[in-house]
C-alpha cells in the first residue's frame, strides 16, 4: 500500500503497532527535531510526521480488509498522538524558518 522509506533512520523511530509505541516513537523524534542543527533535517523530520499522521489516518479506510472497529480505534489514536507532536514541530520550525528567511535577507542586502 505505501513506498519504500526515503530515510531508514525515521523509518526505524516511527510505529504504528500500539498508541503507547506511537507516543514513545514521538517522543524519540522530538528529541531529533530538538537535536537537530539545521533547518533541513528539521525540515525533514517534520515531514516525517505529516507523512506518519496522513499513513495512520489512510490505514483506517482501507478497502481490500476492512479494520474492526478496534483496529480503527487504535490507528485514530496512532494518528491523534503524531498529529499533536505535529503541531508541537510546526511552530518550533516556524521560528527556524523565519530565521533562516532573515539570514537570505541580510545576505541580499550586503
Known amino acids: 500500500m505505501f ?11 516511527v510505529s504504528f503497532t500500539s498508541v503507547e509505541s506511537a507516543r514513545v ?6 528529541l531529533l527535531f530538538d537535536e537537530a542543527t ?3 533535517r528539521k525540515l525533514h523530520i517534520y515531514r516525517a510526521v505529516i507523512q ?16 474492526s472497529a478496534a483496529e480503527k480505534a487504535e490507528y485514530l489514536g496512532v494518528a491523534t498522538v503524531y ?5 508541537k514541530l510546526k511552530r518550533e520550525y516556524a521560528g527556524c524558518k523565519a530565521e533562516r528567511v532573515a539570514s537570505y535577507r541580510r545576505k541580499a542586502c550586503r
Open 3 to 13: 513506498g519504500e522509506a526515503k530515510d531508514p533512520e525515521l523509518a526505524r523511530v
Open 25 to 30: 516513537s514521538a517522543l524519540e523524534l522530538k
Open 38 to 40: 539545521d533547518c533541513a
Open 52 to 67: 506518519a499522521t496522513n499513513r495512520a489516518r489512510a490505514s483506517t479506510k482501507r478497502v481490500a480488509r476492512p479494520l
Open 83 to 87: 498529529e499533536n507532536l505535529q503541531g
